[in-house]
């Protein structure tokens, strides 16, 4: 990828358990973002955390970032069937322009 | 707003034709993306436009490839002439400030024969 990476690359989990995914970038960020990409279908904007902040919370979604390991992660508790879905990382870089590059994504299974 | 618009959803060709891929981003955003999406290289950013400016096309792979933003409703993506590598899912997507969400089209499958 031109930014990050997601892993594991592939989650299958049953419904009702909390599923993890976790994201690595290389540069300074100004903020990171999460994207849901069900098959066939455009990326849908999920949740923002900028460089300053430590960990955002979004319904069943919480964020953590750690700006001095270049990492992230996305926590959904209490996955459901319907979460089934790709998962992408998206970093917009501290220089002030705004490339938004994508990580390899995490596919994620609840299994009803 | 009926969100990003692109057109055509689906695009079969056969190699050497040119391709033009089509994008109506949300009204009132000021940077538009264009990003191709395969298994294996996964989702590449091509070029970004900011004011109908490009500002960075480092990730358009050849020069077959070109984009064009006329005005703030409208771009284009021209593959001249197109190759079965080519074959990808192409979207673009808007947003309405320096590190904004993004907003993304449905895409356009391209398969060149």
């Known amino acids: 990828s031109q930014q990050g990476e997601e892993d594991p690359q592939a989650l299958s989990i049953q419904e009702g358990e909390n599923a993890t995914m976790n994201c690595s970038y290389k540069?300074?960020?100004?903020?990171l973002q999460w994207y849901r990409q069900n098959s066939g279908r455009g990326l849908v904007h999920l949740i923002l955390i900028r460089s300053n902040e430590r960990e955002k919370h979004s319904g069943r979604l919480r964020v953590t970032l750690d700006t001095s390991k270049k990492s992230s992660s996305l926590l959904i508790t209490a996955s459901r069937a319907a979460d089934t879905a790709s998962y992408f990382c998206a970093t917009v870089p501290q220089t002030g322009a705004n490339n938004l590059f994508f990580g390899t994504g995490t596919r994620l299974t609840v299994i009803p | 707003d009926a969100g990003v618009i692109q057109s055509p959803r689906h695009e079969v060709t056969e190699m050497g034709q040119e391709v033009t891929l089509r994008c109506k981003p949300i009204s009132g955003h000021n940077s538009l993306f264009w990003y191709r999406q395969t298994m294996m290289r996964g989702l590449e950013l091509l070029i970004y436009?900011?004011?109908?400016?490009?500002?960075?096309d480092s990730g358009m792979p050849e020069d077959r490839f070109s984009a064009k933003m006329p005005n703030a409703s409208f771009s284009t993506l021209k593959i001249q002439p197109s190759e079965p590598r080519d074959s990808a899912v192409y979207f673009c997507?808007?947003?309405?400030?320096?590190?904004?969400?993004?907003?993304f089209g449905q895409g356009t499958r391209l398969t060149v024969v």
């Open positions: 436009f900011n004011n109908n400016v490009p500002i960075d």
């Open positions: 997507a808007s947003s309405g400030g320096q590190g904004a969400e993004a907003f």
């Open positions: 540069t300074s960020i100004n903020n």
